[in-house]
């Protein structure tokens, strides 16, 4: 851990940034045009990471008219089928690495959503792919780069998760998910940003900077996995990997309208992410593939457990992805966990998608009351920090980095428990989880045996919501505490003409009309996506792929860049 | 918790037992000329549960000379096809019940391996399933009764795990497990002793005395799960449920010669059992079947898991009970784990099965090199009592009880950690069991992919060791460690002949010289049975089974009641 003053170690992350950038230009290689098209963008980086910088209101608008046709033809087309343009040699593995890292370029200056750019490591793997392309074309993710959440261990790099003490932790090893998807073609070409202590829904951190939404600056990427979930909304990479152990994964995904998959404890490997807190077991953090292509996220996650990561991480199970076919779904609706109501265009969607699935034939919707989510903060708020958050802080008192706003309001209420207390909680999380399974499955299984598939409900009160006002976690880490699988999957746009503010309300506690007032008008939110969750079971992962797909074939593809290609 | 003064208690545990006692010898209502037998064998209890009795040298010759002949015809036969007769009608379900019961009577006067008898919940059920047998007699277990440790809640009966205080703790549930295995036509019939504490490979609590061994009461009958291995040792159960956090099933099932089976976490539902230290999670224990009937305990793994417990238990993985076909086998040997070197009887086991394993064409024998077996007790040594023992000791020092010997020995080192403590001994498990799969899995694995199936190693450094000596764990709470199934199985028993200790040897240090010192005849050790341990990767439970099925195949049944029986 250094103990350099944080300013000299912010202007450093800089530079480490500012290094990798120049690289991937050379790599990239701009024309004239180009090159003056991307000086003149507006930049979503401030001076220093301390500053923010000036970003566009609407980032997406300006990355389309920025980067070249010849690259968004490489980028945006379903991943899978690239797969299959690459495994046929239409696009050697470089070529495809250039378009997605010109991309990626573009899209984190105007949304300073990537942490450090690989070039050379990538280009390496891309160049070696292609000179053994006829050996190894076979491999299910061919030539596919991919980013990574700047936690996840690469070899040769800092891993900080948004601390900047961390700045000389060069690891000498990847992650074994890493390792695992190089082995079957796939390999990363950026690190995406995270925000200090990892532990908010937006992403800010003296290590980057801010992350913006990559629909509207004024609202948040979403977090942890804030600089996934922004490069992944630009289509600016085919997949990434996040973690979430309160909605790390989730709100990002939400936040940018594509699909994010929060999965079962136990299915891929997570164990070598970094993060504080190491060594504390009580609620473990989980890995799991964004991307705004489901099918991507299907053969990933094939892809990986095929592999039998289960010989190499001892935490997993050895549970085989396998997708079973299904006539009849029985699906829950979840309006509001009864302590914040989630706003209008979020209710707009739980409207939408009820009314699309209900005229299919095999789909049964029931209302679903959440189960006393009200146990659940109580005992997250103690079990996320149960050291009272002393080693977090010891990570910010070394350098005097100063507390971010969102990380000072989740630590808040830590308390450095005394082994019995940590015993308490367990049990309160053992019993609360033991009495949801059973709530689940004596009340919503039909006379017939079928158990509920899955549930559907917000990923958040709002749509993202305006930066430093994320300050609910409910709607996600309800999932963490009882360890169930979520799809995260969108379904529309914030409409102004439909989703006004309600003129009258009560609300339900003090939280509740922060929210309230938060929505105080459509403009605000203006093309902010709503994406939803659907919840299942433990390692019920495959089953909410199968729903997701059904899903995107009725709601249709919302998302813009998908319209655009079309 | 009370507080009365444990004297008191003490006696009123005692006589707990006498009236379930009395009820039940009503139920079997011995004829005249049994009854006498009854009245005159020598008991292994004492006036009080502060005193130990003056049991007979070798319980089960004294066992086999009192049970009626009429009643081994059913308690010996292999419970498979006693189930077979059960479902026939052969036998009524009381019949049955009724010769256990019987046999349990007698087994627990020579051995006190009995806690509590339940004649009237299992006459109930018994008869229910008489009334019902056509519409039931199609449940995999039909008309079989079973025993369970003390420990695992039954409906109406104070659990105590050995702790006087807890005698007023009437639960109002059963185990998820007694539910299940009921539901499956299985039902509990007696509860079985276990140790103050739980934590020794004994079993000596005042709740029950001393448990003495099935085959030589100057021996331990090993613990926590005394009662089973000894009420299974003498076949007065067809199976039992016990638990092991450290060697619990294991230890009792090798010192008396039966089958024993450590399942993988997250196979059975163990999350609602009794003990101290709830809601720590660092070190898990888990439950398991023992029996001297292999395929028993096999059935009894299937039907539990067939009936999708991970529905009812969230900490439950959806693992089906499955084995699959497999022409070769690769098994590791581990003679020694380099700590505490095994005793002559012990070694000749290894040979023996070593000599009939390589017999055999499709069986390929490597000499597996334990893996830094010394990293272990100094984590589980801090994480068995993470609070120091406090939770433990206040259920002492509510009534005054006082610290047994071997309890006194198993908290010895521990240490009331804080929180950055317990996550470093965490920490340090993480890696571990990551280091030892990598190495399992590279060093082992022949040039054609096979991965080596399991090990054969020692339980313990000896056989059942005398009262008050099983100081050493390694050789079991190594795997509980790792939280790699283990299954024990018989090989042979002490001969006079052959066991001779060695005349010179050179101790590895204190511990080893100590356990050399132990085995200062073969005479002490008379009858004692030699099991060994095969041991898998993390959820091949189904694949030890396999192999245990073969083994016994190859070494033949050497348990005296199956010899005598044949």
Redesign the interface.
């Known amino acids: 851990m250094l103990s350099d003053n944080w300013e000299v170690l912010a202007t450093k992350a800089q530079s480490i940034y500012q290094n990798s950038l120049e690289k991937s230009l050379k790599l990239v290689n701009f024309d004239k045009a180009l090159g003056q098209k991307y000086n003149e963008l507006p930049s979503a980086k401030g001076e220093t990471t301390k500053d923010y910088g000036s970003p566009t209101k609407h980032p997406f608008q300006l990355y389309l008219k920025t980067v070249p046709q010849s690259v968004l033809d490489i980028t945006e087309k379903e991943p899978v089928d690239l797969l299959t343009d690459l495994k046929n040699g239409k696009f050697t593995c470089v070529e495809v690495l250039k378009s997605y890292m010109t991309a990626a370029i573009i899209a984190s200056k105007l949304t300073n959503c990537v942490q450090e750019y690989l070039p050379d490591e990538a280009l390496e793997y891309a160049e070696y792919l292609d000179r053994n392309h006829e050996t190894m074309k076979d491999l299910p993710l061919y030539g596919l780069p991919f980013s990574i959440k700047e936690m996840i261990p690469f070899i040769g790099r800092a891993v900080t998760h948004g601390s900047l003490c961390y700045l000389d932790r060069i690891v000498d090893y990847n992650a074994d998910i890493v390792n695992i998807l190089k082995k079957n073609g796939a390999y990363p070409f950026v690190r995406t940003t995270n925000p200090q202590s990892l532990m908010m829904l937006e992403c800010v951190s003296y290590a980057h900077g801010r992350t913006v939404n990559s629909f509207n600056s004024e609202l948040t990427s979403g977090g942890s996995s804030g600089g996934e979930g922004v490069l992944n909304g630009l289509y600016a990479s085919p997949f990434g990997l996040g973690s979430d152990i309160g909605g790390s994964i989730r709100s990002p995904a939400a936040f940018n309208g594509i699909y994010g998959l929060r999965s079962t404890l136990?299915r891929l490997p997570t164990?070598d992410y970094f993060s504080c807190?190491?060594?504390?077991?009580?609620i473990l953090s989980v890995t799991g593939p964004l991307s705004r292509s489901l099918e991507t996220i299907d053969l990933v996650m094939k892809t990986i457990i095929d592999s039998k990561p289960?010989?190499?991480?001892?935490?997993l199970?050895?549970?085989e992805w396998k997708h079973t076919k299904q006539d009849k779904f029985r699906i829950g609706i979840m309006v509001s966990d009864n302590i914040v109501n989630p706003s209008p265009p979020v209710k707009r969607a739980l409207n939408i998608v009820q009314e699309k699935l209900s005229e299919l034939g095999n789909f049964e919707l029931v209302p679903f009351e959440p189960f006393q989510h009200e146990r659940t903060m109580p005992i997250l708020g103690k079990l996320y920090f149960?050291?009272g958050g002393?080693?977090f802080k010891a990570t910010l008192s070394s350098t005097g980095e100063p507390l971010l706003v969102q990380t000072s309001w989740a630590i808040d209420g830590a308390k450095?428990?005394?082994?019995?207390e940590?015993?308490?909680?367990?049990?309160e999380k053992?019993k609360y989880?033991?009495e949801?399974?059973?709530y689940w499955?004596d009340k919503y299984t039909d006379k017939d045996g079928h158990?509920l598939d899955a549930v559907i409900a917000p990923v958040f009160p709002n749509v993202a919501p305006k930066h430093e006002t994320s300050k609910y976690w409910g709607y996600t880490c309800q999932w963490n505490l009882?360890?169930y699988p979520v799809l995260v999957f969108p379904v529309t746009t914030v409409d102004e003409n439909l989703d006004h503010p309600l003129a009258e309300y009560k609300p339900l506690n003090e939280i509740d009309e922060y929210f309230y007032k938060q929505y105080d008008d459509a403009k605000s939110f203006a093309k902010a996506p709503v994406n939803l969750s659907l919840i299942g079971?433990?390692?019920t992962d495959e089953k909410l792929i199968e729903i997701g797909k059904i899903l995107r074939q009725e709601i249709g593809d919302t998302h813009f860049c998908f319209k655009k290609v079309k």
Request: no cysteine; proline share 4%; charged share 30%.
């Open positions: 136990g164990a807190n190491r060594g504390s077991e009580s289960w010989l190499i991480d001892p935490t199970a050895p549970i149960e050291d002393r080693d450095d428990l005394e082994m019995h940590q015993w308490y909680y367990n049990l053992q989880r033991k949801y399974l059973q499955v158990i009882l360890d079971l433990r390692n």
